[in-house]
């Protein structure tokens, strides 16, 4: 069994930064991908960033030259820094790991992140 555990949400006003982390425990395996996506109330879970276990990241064009992720393999732990924020920032973050064999796909519990204009 393996266990996602996000921090650092919270509320921030509009130009902001935040920066939350995901730690996994458990039954550890070595995880293709690391990522967090985003569910805004109303709206369907979107991808916000994913970052491979060789470094390489992609991003949704929303949050491109805003939002980093990062990945310390070692510890089996995700970030996302979250810099000049905006109120339509404001949603539910998840934090997510998969790995490919065998397609285990693990979800963290989430961590509002709420932007003030």
């Known amino acids: 069994q393996v266990q996602l555990v996000e921090s650092g949400g919270g509320l921030v006003q509009a130009g902001g930064s935040l920066r939350l982390s995901c730690a996994a425990s458990?039954?550890?395996?070595?995880?293709?991908?690391m990522g967090w996506y985003r569910q805004a109330p109303g709206k369907q879970r979107e991808l916000v960033a994913i970052?491979?276990?060789?470094?390489?990241?992609n991003y949704a064009d929303s949050v491109k030259d805003r939002f980093t992720i990062s990945r310390d393999n070692a510890k089996n732990t995700v970030y996302l820094q979250m810099n000049s924020l905006k109120p339509e920032d404001t949603a539910v973050y998840y934090c997510?790991?998969?790995?490919?064999?065998?397609?285990?796909?693990?979800w963290g519990q989430g961590t509002q992140v709420t932007v003030s204009s």
């Open positions: 997510n790991a998969l790995v490919v064999l065998g397609y285990r796909n693990y």
């Open positions: 458990g039954r550890i395996f070595s995880f293709d991908t």
């Open positions: 970052i491979t276990s060789g470094g390489s990241a």
